[in-house]
């Protein structure tokens, strides 16, 4: 089964490293983004890559040219503006044979159970399975009394209302009638 990484965009919030290099190759632990997140798939038996590359693709291209790590990994230029409904309208031709296939963005680690969404995805026989994460909390909470008193102090609880895009997905080869075109923002229309 095919991963496709969504890794084109500019990086434009951490532009302080993104005007060198595209966001998935920036590193964590001396290991590109990128890396980390075919290791994930890889671990759980999916090792066939697409990269959906845009912005600075050479540097994408020039670090895994002779990858031993990644044997089978495609680095495909989707445009240089394109959206994300539009990266994956660009490889439809390199997933024709697939029935499904993952995507995630060039940033998305974690510590997920793929073999899990994957079966997930089958058994509900749907054309698009999505992780969802409750948003990390970034500050913490005080409760203080009308007297001005700190009662308590919890350092960034966890919020339990609410749920946010956890940037893995299960794709069924339906999924590209519903991306018109290469415009397209997948986060939006599509989904």
Same mark, same amino acid.
């Given at each position: ?85 539009? =990266? ?45 994460? =409750? ?22 609880? =966890? ?28 986060? =939006?229309?599509?989904?």
């Amino acid at each position: 089964m095919k991963v496709v990484i969504l890794a084109g965009g500019k990086g434009t919030r951490i532009s302080q490293y993104t005007q060198k290099i595209p966001k998935p190759m920036i590193r964590v632990g001396n290991i590109p983004m990128l890396s980390h997140i075919m290791k994930i798939f890889k671990f759980y038996g999916f090792d066939e890559f697409i990269i959906a590359g845009g912005y600075k693709i050479n540097v994408i291209k020039k670090y895994y040219k002779n990858s031993k790590e990644f044997k089978d990994i495609k680095i495909i230029f989707t445009g240089q503006n394109t959206m994300t409904g539009g =990266r994956i309208l660009r490889l439809k031709k390199y997933l024709k044979d697939e029935e499904f296939f993952f995507m995630t963005y060039g940033d998305a680690v974690s510590n997920i159970d793929l073999k899990k969404l994957f079966n997930f995805h089958k058994k509900n026989k749907k054309v698009a399975t999505i992780t969802a994460v =409750r948003p990390p909390v970034k500050f913490g909470e005080l409760k203080i009394n009308n007297d001005f008193i700190v009662k308590s102090f919890i350092e960034k609880p =966890r919020v339990d209302m609410g749920w946010i895009n956890g940037g893995f997905f299960v794709l069924n080869k339906k999924i590209f009638s519903y991306i018109e075109k290469y415009s397209t923002v997948f986060e =939006r229309g599509p989904l």
